[in-house]
């Protein structure tokens, strides 16, 4: 059991450190190819990556066809809700990096979205404990320490990746709402896509897609989308089921810590010591919200 719990561990470990280099692939790649154009390219090829684990590890479909059709039309509303909530939310990701955002802070504004989920629980009547609350004012605390100017405003990218990141709270309640009742692996699949054609047909609208800054950028666009969303997603899944979910979601929350640490070292992008202390406070607020949620499930 204990080598299990190891195993698991580990492969969460490796899905954030794949998630919080991809801030830097992102940063890399916004230098040439617009926001809605990247999001297209590498939502199909997340897509694509998850369709052979779907042939190879997906269940074998019910021998009754109403059976079957009911699970695929559960399958495809989901993906669908889901997709175009994942679609906006990486595109406001993508648009902040492009404007300059860096991939550090990028990672950290983006997981704000721990921070509020057990806020928009509230409308889903869950409650939640005083610690939560002492998290969400630490956040708060710590994202005004990572963002705000000596001047005392927001910058325009740091508003888009706000937003970002209330657009992956209400994506995340849409996977917990819908995950119990459909293939995850599938549930992925068809969201990938779903942003993939969303954003495609955003790119064919504003902006003008160039072939050669695609293949200038190929290594970056192939991280995202094969590693980021398909391989990083199904070590996910698999490493959930062996671990206490209040540790996985600790492990998995490392991703924005990963993703300053990988912005220093391979963009060779500074945090101001202002900036340090405040990425240092929405981490322990991070923490302090994740684990007495997870652990009240449990007890439950």
Do not use: H
């Not at 064919?204 to 995202?224: F, G």
Request: charged share 15%; proline share 4%; with cysteine.
């Amino acid at each position: 059991m204990k080598k299990q719990q190891l195993i698991s561990s580990l492969l969460l470990l490796l899905t954030a450190v794949i998630w919080g280099v991809a801030f830097t692939a992102q940063s890399e790649a916004g230098e040439t190819i617009e926001a809605f154009t990247f999001t297209c390219v590498r939502s199909i090829i997340g897509g694509i990556v998850l369709l052979p684990v779907i042939a190879i590890f997906g269940k074998k479909p019910p021998a009754d066809k109403a059976v079957r059709r009911k699970e695929n039309k559960n399958v495809l509303v989901a993906g669908i809700v889901c997709g175009v909530l994942l679609m906006i939310a990486q595109n406001l990701q993508q648009l902040g990096i492009n404007m300059g955002a860096s991939s550090g802070k990028a990672g950290f504004i983006t997981a704000c979205y721990i921070i509020f989920v057990p806020i928009f629980g509230i409308f889903l009547k869950r409650r939640c404990s005083p610690l939560v609350w002492i998290a969400v004012a630490l956040a708060a605390v710590g994202l005004y320490l990572l963002c705000v100017t000596d001047r005392l405003y927001f910058e325009p990218q740091d508003i888009l990746l706000f937003a970002c990141a209330i657009m992956f709270t209400l994506q995340i309640l849409a996977v917990d709402r819908f995950s119990p009742k459909v293939d995850c692996v599938k549930l992925a699949c068809v969201q990938f896509f779903v942003s993939g054609i969303l954003s495609g047909i955003l790119m064919l609208i504003l902006e003008t897609p160039n072939l050669n800054s695609l293949i200038d950028a190929w290594l970056p666009i192939l991280y995202t989308g094969v590693l980021s969303s398909g391989v990083a997603y199904t070590l996910q899944i698999v490493g959930q089921k062996g671990l206490n979910p209040a540790v996985a979601s600790i492990i998995m929350s490392l991703e924005s810590a990963i993703a300053a640490i990988a912005g220093w070292l391979i963009l060779g992008q500074n945090l101001s010591p202002r900036e340090i202390i405040g990425c240092v406070i929405m981490f322990v607020a991070i923490i302090i919200a994740q684990v007495p949620i997870k652990l009240r499930k449990k007890e439950v």
